[in-house]
């Protein structure tokens, strides 16, 4: 994964340059790149999300079948907390506030927000490896209650992850 933060800040031209070092435009200008760099975070988040739950619907196709068709409601409830997760994750704030607001995000909480999103890929790769595993199961043909109920656990603690990131950017 690319860091978007050094991309957008690298890709400026000279004259934006020389703005962001004039007194009182340069933390404004930072906060709004520090904004757009969250806001790609997201979206490529968001669009590796969607792709687990295509595969969640390729893997729903293959159990059909035998004892995996009990399982398809299992199935079905971890594929729609993944598809709360995508929502939330590309309809969030971008730590913006108004004029007139009393609390205002400044580059350091804005940081920190960028690096919490950045870590929200770990899920992902969590979910991956969930999917990996029921893939595996259906595959051995053993295994796969075990492997929808550690996908379940997995997509719901990833929706868990994202609501705390809520949680810290409200506490402020």
Known sequence: MSDYLQQITEGKSGLAKLIAKIPGLGDFVERND??????????????????????????????????GLLLLDDMERAQTQLGTFADSIRTASYGYAGLFDKVKKDSDELTKLYEYDNQLFEHVQEVDAALDAVQAAIDEGQGLQAAVRAFNSTARTAMDAFRRREEAMTSQ
């Open 34 to 67: 520090l904004r757009a760099a969250d806001k790609l975070l997201r979206q490529t988040l968001a669009q590796r999300v969607e792709d687990e739950r295509r595969r969640v619907n390729d893997l729903q196709q293959q159990m059909l079948s035998g004892p």
